[in-house]
């Protein structure tokens, strides 16, 4: 049981670049979340899904894209990078509500 | 989804019980209210939930106000390792987890 999973660990990009983060999930979660996080600031939600098939938009979803093809997983896209988008990136699943929910180890990513 | 207030920063000496209030007036009857830390960079880690009746695990105690308004988050004895952000979270009925800026809590020796 590895939890949550993310892919990869560390970017860098050039503006304009095109990338997928990946976040895998062993624990059948139905509800997955993407989060960036700022330096000195606190995580915010960029866009979640709670099932297989379904996405929506969190606070800060401009500029990304996503996908949950699997239940298992769910990608975030970014298709034109920009700088403003350097971030740190976090992932997380949980399941029914009240049920315990974890967080991914981040993704790095710095754009130049 | 119910928004939380806490307070930017507090201290606690090595080994005294840290307590970390938690404001969430406009929460709703089936909403919970979660707790995580996140120390320096890495992913947030759970600490407890609850709904109603206070909780409590191995890593720390929950206690809700009866009307559910605010909560508190208690680690009983805590090290210089508990130095951490520390986040009250209400999941609401959206199931969206908005972060609030969290309560920066130093241990000190």
């Known amino acids: 049981n590895a939890g949550v999973t993310q892919t990869p660990k560390f970017r860098v990009l050039k503006t304009g670049q095109s990338m997928t983060l990946l976040c895998a999930q062993d624990?059948?979660?139905?509800?997955m979340y993407w989060y960036r996080q700022d330096p000195g600031m606190g995580l915010r939600l960029i866009h979640y899904s709670v099932g297989e098939g379904t996405t929506a938009k969190g606070e800060v979803p401009d500029g990304y894209n996503v996908s949950r093809l699997k239940k298992q997983n769910f990608l975030l896209g970014l298709e034109s990078a920009a700088p403003s988008q350097t971030s740190v990136y976090f992932c997380?699943?949980?399941?029914?509500?009240?049920?315990?929910?974890?967080f991914g180890p981040g993704t790095r990513l710095l754009v130049l | 989804d119910a928004k939380t207030t806490q307070p930017p920063s507090m201290d606690c000496a090595e080994g005294r019980a840290a307590n970390l209030p938690c404001n969430h007036s406009t929460i709703s009857g089936n909403e919970y209210v979660y707790w995580y830390r996140q120390i320096h960079s890495q992913g947030p880690q759970y600490i407890i939930h609850?709904?109603?009746n206070n909780e409590t695990n191995e890593m720390a105690s929950l206690i809700i106000t009866e009307d559910r308004k605010s909560s508190t988050l208690i680690l009983p004895h805590a090290t210089l390792r508990d130095t951490a952000v520390y986040y009250c979270?209400?999941?609401?009925?959206?199931?969206?987890?908005?972060f609030g800026t969290g309560t920066r809590l130093q241990v000190f020796p």
């Open positions: 997380a699943s949980l399941g029914l509500p009240g049920r315990t929910q974890y």
């Open positions: 609850g709904l109603k």
């Open positions: 624990m059948n979660h139905e509800y």
């Open positions: 979270i209400v999941r609401g009925t959206t199931d969206k987890l908005i």
